[in-house]
């Protein structure tokens, strides 16, 4: 069974900066992609970046680009998110998630809180 587990979330100054972690376990994810995506309170959901397990190919959503960075330790099954330059409106709930490359996301994790104070 797929098990994602999220962690590195907190509360921030804006400016400031935090690295999400991501612990993906119970299969082989070769041909998998990564991704984050958050939500902030009364807002859906929306894609954050993401990546693949195997050529680590990114995206990034345009409100993040030259902020955040994604990026994969395959030997640790871990995939992280560096956030810097944290604004007030990052403020969401952060879920990491995975599925096929070119498919749908199939498993959530639980999500890890990101608090950015201005």
């Known amino acids: 069974q797929v098990q994602l587990v999220e962690s590195g979330g907190g509360l921030v100054q804006a400016g400031g900066s935090l690295r999400l972690s991501c612990v993906a376990s119970?299969?082989?994810?070769?041909?998998?992609?990564m991704g984050w995506f958050r939500q902030a309170p009364g807002k859906e959901r929306e894609f954050v970046s993401q990546?693949?397990?195997?050529?680590?190919?990114?995206n990034y959503a345009d409100s993040v680009k030259g902020r955040f960075t994604i990026s994969k330790d395959n030997a640790k099954n871990t995939v992280y998110l560096q956030m810097n330059n944290l604004k007030p409106e990052d403020t969401a709930v952060y879920y990491c998630?995975?599925?096929?490359?070119?498919?749908?996301?199939?498993?959530w994790g639980q999500g890890t809180q990101v608090t950015v104070s201005s």
């Open positions: 998630a995975t599925g096929l490359s070119g498919g749908r996301y199939e498993y």
């Open positions: 119970g299969r082989t994810f070769g041909s998998y992609r």
């Open positions: 990546i693949t397990w195997n050529l680590g190919a990114t």
